[in-house]
């Protein structure tokens, strides 16, 4: 009987220690900061599997996959390829593993001993053995709180990584604006420096002939060095901008620069579907993500809260078990509990109340700073759009004037100096027409940060040309 026991006390303890020690067997992962610096210098958009992440969601498998760069084909990469989004799909993937570990249920417990004496008290046998199994019982819902906690907390986890999605495409949005006010702002210059080419010829051939001034000639001469120079630093920030761009969406300099960047940019909805600042606000209170993720946050607080509710009845533990002790065969069941939390859980059950009111607190903070952002951040795009205003018709009468001063010129009653002066004039309006409208397209991008939903539509370089 004894070696019977024994044998089974070994096949109990010994399997359980060996499969805790043998199951899964570390394996060491180093960084090697070189190898890492390589793999990032490889990212391409002819790799398998950034071409299937494509195909799944609605591209063309041809390469390279996209015509020209624009916000979505952008947008798009990044969320592929960028570095800040991929730690934010690892900290998700956590998150959602942590719900399975929620719902593990407790682990059973087994235990034994074995024991001999020196029969002083004239024991029958001089060996003891025991063997117990230790079952624990959830008394509450324990476990699907924890479970609902969880999920609260992953979908905070989802809500952060869809909010650094949302600032690369904002990110994306602002350097576009950038990269075509320069270009805009180079062709403009260019256009200045012509005419004020142009015009330094003319008055050059009249101080030769003893018919202009040599101050006005200087003057111009100046200016026309002044928007050379400006010329000059506009086109070094042409690399600067892409370079800004291709860190955007994650990729190398000259993997960004084999597609060319699109001539369209993002430019507001006309007036009448533009909303007003009341719908903007109830826009921003449903779309924003920290909105969602402060309720998120607030629903994970109210888990912990039932949960430390739900702790007030302990948890018990049924530890039937078998003894050989001396000769004699003893069966026991014993109960366990944790009753010295019946005295800590009030204290536990007011932290997650107090938890509780700091999140709500902060989401009826977050909510006002929302309406006051959204509110700040209409007024800025109305002042934009009326400088904007202000300035084309700043245009349109310098262009009315043109007008007039090439009829003079037809009819000879004007020479082309004082033509050219104007055209010079003209210059100056559109620059500001260009200037106001790029810093329109900034507040609107802004209006979107704050909705944090796009309100955009396309159009092309070639039509802002035309205005």
Excluded at 220 to 240: E, F, G, P, V
Excluded at 269 to 288: K, M, N, P, Y
Excluded at 442 to 462: D, G, K
Aim: glycine fraction near 4%.
């Amino acid at each position: 009987m004894q070696s019977v026991f024994r044998t089974a006390l070994l096949v109990c303890l010994v399997p359980n220690l060996l499969w805790g020690c043998a199951n899964i067997m570390y394996v060491a992962k180093p960084i090697d900061a070189e190898q890492s610096a390589v793999k990032l210098s490889q990212k391409s958009l002819d790799h398998p599997d950034f071409k299937g992440y494509l195909i799944k969601n609605g591209f063309s498998d041809r390469s390279p996959p996209f015509d020209a760069w624009d916000v979505e084909s952008m947008y798009r990469t990044a969320l592929f390829y960028h570095s800040d989004l991929a730690v934010a799909k690892e900290k998700l993937a956590l998150a959602e593993y942590s719900i399975q570990v929620a719902g593990i249920k407790p682990a059973l417990g087994i235990g034994g001993n074995i024991g001999r004496s020196d029969r002083a008290n004239g024991d029958i046998n001089p060996m003891s053995y025991s063997l117990q199994i230790d079952i624990p019982f959830e008394t509450t819902s324990k476990r699907a709180i924890k479970v609902e906690q969880a999920q609260h907390l992953a979908e905070v986890s989802r809500l952060d990584a869809a909010e650094i999605a949302w600032h690369l495409r904002h990110q994306i949005q602002l350097d576009l604006i950038n990269y075509h006010e320069q270009q805009r702002s180079l062709q403009l210059l260019q256009r200045e420096l012509d005419t004020y080419q142009q015009l330094i010829s003319m008055l050059e051939k009249r101080v030769a002939q003893g018919m202009g001034s040599n101050t006005e000639l200087s003057q111009y001469q100046l200016m026309r060095q002044k928007s050379q120079i400006q010329l000059r630093n506009a086109s070094a920030k042409t690399d600067y901008l892409i370079v800004k761009l291709s860190g955007d969406v994650g990729l190398s300099f000259a993997e960004f620069k084999r597609i060319p960047i699109a001539q369209t940019y993002a430019t507001p909805l006309t007036a009448s579907a533009t909303s007003q600042s009341d719908t903007l606000q109830s826009e921003a209170l449903i779309h924003r993500v920290d909105i969602r993720r402060s309720l998120a946050r607030y629903a994970a607080a109210e888990s912990k809260l039932k949960l430390e509710v739900a702790k007030q009845i302990p948890d018990i533990s049924l530890s039937p078990g078998y003894a050989f002790e001396f000769g004699d065969r003893v069966w026991s069941l014993g109960l366990g509990t944790l009753l010295n939390l019946l005295q800590q859980q009030p204290t536990f059950i007011q932290e997650a109340e107090q938890l509780r009111a700091i999140e709500g607190a902060q989401f009826e903070a977050l909510q006002a700073s929302v309406i006051a952002q959204t509110n700040a951040i209409f007024a800025q795009y109305s002042v934009a759009q009326s400088t904007h205003q202000n300035a084309k018709e700043m245009l349109a009468a310098q262009s009315t004037h043109i007008q007039k001063i090439q009829k003079q010129f037809d009819a000879g009653l004007a020479d082309r100096v004082a033509l050219t002066q104007a055209q010079l004039t003209l210059h100056f309006a559109e620059q500001d027409v260009s200037a106001t409208e790029f810093e329109m397209l900034r507040q609107y991008a802004q209006l979107e940060n704050v909705i944090q939903r796009p309100l955009t539509e396309a159009v092309s370089m070639t039509q802002l040309n035309a205005r």
